[in-house]
């Protein structure tokens, strides 16, 4: 038998980034030096170059530590004056 | 890094309307972001701040760059600013010549170590001890990156490159050269400083002494050097997300980063250690007590 769980949650984003991903060499070091830890590569998919390339998720704070470390010039990173949320629901199944 | 990939993923292809920038893709001095560095490499970054700081100082109508030989050699392409091309080694020489032929303009020097240790020593030493007012920026990573990675004179015990598969050994290939404190003992030697690109916080603080740098040749203070330590992951067989890591826990040990030499001052390593010491507790205590809020 299993039993369903779903949970609700917001996260807010204070600040987000843009990516221009052609000129990206996919080196993964705005990954380790994310504060918030809301970057991750993409498993499979590729940019024109051939590389995998970085991907934003809720819970950026807008600080630019990306754009410091980056060095292929990729991000522009920008702040919100009003936090933005974003509603996570997940669905778990659980077996008992 | 799990419970990251679980999240949804935002677009980030389009500026959002409402949000104001707070950092830019590029320096306005680069004519484009795109070079031919290897990924990973530690150099851009520290293009991106020297740029950043002759926009900053409104000087970058005024400055000429010299370029020494190596792989940062082809931002000589990119960059916006008015620039000479040295033989190897000699950009120090070639920049007294300059600074003293006009002597309104901001004259810099951009060198690795393989350019500025190995080859031509000599002329960043008299270039410093003639107190010439010229600004020196040396990348510094250890191998000869561009002619495929092998050891230079900064190269620090145990590393190791395309010719010391081993690591480097005293007994057989010698001790490393430790520029920034040979040249902090020189009288000429106005500012000697040693920065890092390990992660955001190093490079915000070479940023700042590259443009103490800059601003100290502008009001006529004497010979300025700036070290930085970058990544070259390529040469030294390392995955490109360890090498901060690495290069931090291996050269930045050695060659330890802070202001060697400024209004007067001497430090020695030890006081270097102790103060890179005192400033990481600062920051952990800071992001323990709510995260670090910086404006960049």
């Known amino acids: 038998m299993t039993t369903t769980i779903k949970s609700r949650g917001t996260i807010k984003s204070r600040g987000t980034i843009t990516i221009d991903l052609d ?74 | 890094m799990s419970a990251a990939k679980q999240l949804p993923v935002l677009d980030t292809s389009v500026a959002p309307s409402a949000a104001r920038k707070v950092g830019d893709l590029k320096p306005d001095l680069l004519l484009t972001q795109e070079h031919n560095m290897c990924p990973g490499c530690g150099e851009p970054l520290v293009l991106r701040s020297f740029l950043e700081a002759l926009s900053e100082l409104d000087v970058a109508q005024r400055s000429i760059g010299i370029l020494g030989v190596g792989c940062y050699t082809s931002f000589g ?111 000429g030697a106005a500012y000697v400083a040693r920065g890092s690109v390990h992660n955001a916080g190093a490079v915000a603080r070479t940023k700042k002494m590259l443009k103490r740098a800059f601003e100290i040749q502008r009001d006529g203070g004497g010979f300025t050097f700036v070290e930085v330590l970058t990544m070259c992951p390529t040469g030294w067989f390392i995955p490109t997300g360890e090498g901060p890591d690495y290069m931090h826990s291996t050269l930045g040990e050695v060659h330890v980063m802070g202001e060697l030499k400024a209004d007067g001052r001497i430090k020695s390593t030890e006081e270097l250690h102790e103060e890179n010491a005192k400033r990481q507790q600062e920051i952990e205590a800071r992001l323990a007590a709510g995260g670090l809020e910086e404006d960049s």
Request: with cysteine; charged share 20%; hydrophobic share 40%.
């Open chain 2, 77 to 187: 392409m990119t960059m916006d600013v008015d620039l000479v091309q040295a033989l190897h080694g000699r950009a120090p020489s070639i920049a007294t010549g300059v600074k003293r032929m006009r002597p309104d303009s901001i004259v810099f020097t951009l060198q690795g170590d393989g350019d500025m240790v190995n080859e031509g020593l000599q002329e960043v030493l008299h270039t410093a001890a003639r107190g010439e007012n010229v600004t020196c920026i040396l990348l510094n990573n250890g191998v000869f990156g561009e002619t495929g990675g092998h050891m230079t004179a900064t190269t620090v015990l145990g590393q190791r490159t395309k010719n010391s598969l081993e690591g480097r050994d005293a007994a057989y290939h010698g001790y490393p050269i430790l520029i920034g404190d040979l040249l902090a003992r020189l009288e």
């Open chain 1, 23 to 96: 000129t990206c060499k996919g080196c993964e070091l705005c990954i380790t030096a994310c504060p918030p830890r809301v970057l991750s590569m993409t498993e499979h998919a590729v940019n024109r170059l051939g590389y995998h390339y970085p991907e934003l998720h809720p819970g950026c704070t807008g600080c630019a530590a990306c754009l410091f470390v980056c060095p292929d010039f990729c991000f522009e990173v920008f702040r919100y004056d009003e936090p933005v949320l974003t509603v996570i629901e997940t669905v778990a199944e659980v077996a008992q």
